[in-house]
């Protein structure tokens, strides 16, 4: 039986959440009629976004994941169509799905919105101290966390995180199934990342469920920037994936360079990699110039940690 008090206590919290829903929909000026002033609604930007970020996307795919009505979606959707953002083709694995896909002019709609939302959230971040953006950016992710649906808070209690003294059979194991996952053309050997991982300043963890290992990381010291460090061969495996374990590793790694000193970790990907560009975008990295000579490389990202 649930004692008065402790109704008491979820009113409460209750009245606060609420309090803090009209706080932050009105600072990120989501009750506007258009999203950033643009041209589409908030509805149809997060579509598009989705359906630029994600691989195989399709209408119910959408709907389980935003949350939306199926007739309300389809109609939003076959607008987007019209328009000329999204291009829908029949899915060979199932034909009653139709894959979703930017076209070159929804595409360019997509980097504007980003534009736009990245300079909003910038001038909202940049007063503020850098130990401030650090506790601010740990809230979210703790809140993030709690509040996570659909029984993946409870599967990802049994993530552990560990940072590796020396090379293990599981980190090669996931090393190689990485570099054929992303078809990795410049590769570290055993070698090359023993003699890393004797750097105090780098580190590579993995992830497991259980004793299973799913994920890792690395994170080596970056040569050519000052008090820099780079993030390497972030993965996960397939069946694994939605249940937070990318963002522990990178919380792990994160804190781990910070610990050392490092001011920035920096990261290179490729146009084809859309759900990891997005999961870095979203934790807080930025675009920047060119720093390394990958021949793979055709985006480079970093983000102040210290």
Same mark, same amino acid.
């Given at each position: 039986?649930?004692?008065?008090?402790?109704?008491?206590?979820?009113?409460?919290?209750?009245l606060?959440?609420r309090?803090?829903?009209?706080?932050?929909?009105a600072r990120l000026?989501?009750?506007?009629?258009?999203?950033?002033?643009g041209?589409?609604?908030?509805?149809?930007?997060?579509?598009?976004?989705e359906?630029?970020?994600?691989?195989r996307?399709?209408?119910?795919?959408?709907?389980a994941?935003?949350?939306l009505?199926?007739?309300?979606?389809?109609?939003l959707?076959?607008?987007?169509?019209?328009?000329?953002l999204?291009?829908?083709?029949?899915s060979?694995?199932?034909?009653r799905?139709?894959?979703?896909?930017?076209?070159?002019? @929804? !595409?360019?709609? %997509?980097?504007?919105?980003?534009? $736009?939302?990245? /300079?909003?959230?910038?001038?909202?971040? =940049?007063?503020? +101290?850098?130990?401030?953006?650090?506790?601010?950016?740990?809230?979210l992710?703790?809140?993030?966390?709690?509040?996570?649906?659909?029984?993946?808070?409870?599967?990802?209690?049994?993530?552990r995180?560990?940072?590796?003294?020396?090379?293990?059979?599981?980190?090669?194991?996931?090393?190689?199934?990485?570099?054929?996952?992303?078809?990795?053309?410049?590769?570290?050997?055993?070698?090359?990342?023993?003699?890393?991982?004797?750097?105090?300043?780098?580190?590579?963890?993995?992830a497991?469920? @259980? !004793?299973?290992? %799913?994920?890792?990381?690395?994170? $080596?010291?970056? /040569?050519?920037?000052?008090?820099?460090? =780079?993030?390497? +061969?972030?993965?996960?495996r397939p069946?694994?994936?939605?249940?937070g374990?990318?963002?522990?590793?990178?919380?792990?790694e994160?804190?781990?360079?910070?610990s050392?000193?490092?001011?920035?970790?920096?990261?290179?990907?490729?146009?084809?990699?859309?759900?990891?560009?997005?999961?870095?975008?979203?934790r807080?990295?930025?675009?920047?110039?060119?720093?390394?000579?990958?021949?793979?490389?055709?985006?480079?990202?970093?983000?102040?940690?210290g």
């Open positions: 039986m649930t004692s008065g008090s402790g109704l008491a206590g979820v009113d409460n919290a209750v606060a959440v309090e803090f829903n009209r706080f932050y929909t000026g989501l009750l506007r009629r258009q999203h950033l002033d041209e589409f609604s908030l509805t149809e930007a997060r579509l598009l976004y359906i630029g970020a994600g691989e996307v399709t209408a119910s795919a959408l709907r994941q935003l949350g009505d199926a007739g309300y979606i389809s109609r959707l076959a607008a987007l169509t019209k328009q000329g999204v291009a829908q083709a029949v060979e694995r199932d034909g799905e139709r894959l979703l896909t930017l076209t070159a002019v @929804g !595409e360019g709609k %997509v980097a504007e919105l980003n534009a $736009r939302s990245s /300079e909003e959230i910038r001038g909202m971040l =940049e007063p503020l +101290r850098v130990e401030e953006r650090a506790a601010l950016l740990g809230s992710n703790k809140v993030r966390s709690l509040l996570n649906t659909d029984g993946a808070r409870d599967k990802r209690t049994a993530v995180v560990v940072r590796l003294e020396a090379l293990t059979e599981d980190a090669l194991e996931l090393l190689v199934e990485y570099y054929e996952a992303v078809q990795v053309v410049v590769r570290d050997g055993p070698e090359e990342m023993a003699k890393m991982l004797a750097d105090d300043a780098a580190g590579m963890w993995l497991y469920l @259980g !004793e299973r290992p %799913v994920g890792c990381v690395v994170l $080596r010291r970056l /040569e050519s920037v000052v008090r820099a460090g =780079e993030c390497k +061969r972030l993965y996960v069946k694994a994936r939605g249940l374990i990318a963002d522990a590793l990178m919380d792990a994160e804190a781990y360079a910070r050392k000193g490092l001011e920035w970790v920096y990261l290179d990907s490729h146009d084809g990699l859309k759900a990891a560009i997005a999961l870095y975008r979203r807080g990295y930025v675009d920047c110039e060119r720093y390394n000579e990958n021949p793979q490389a055709t985006v480079f990202l970093r983000k102040r940690v």
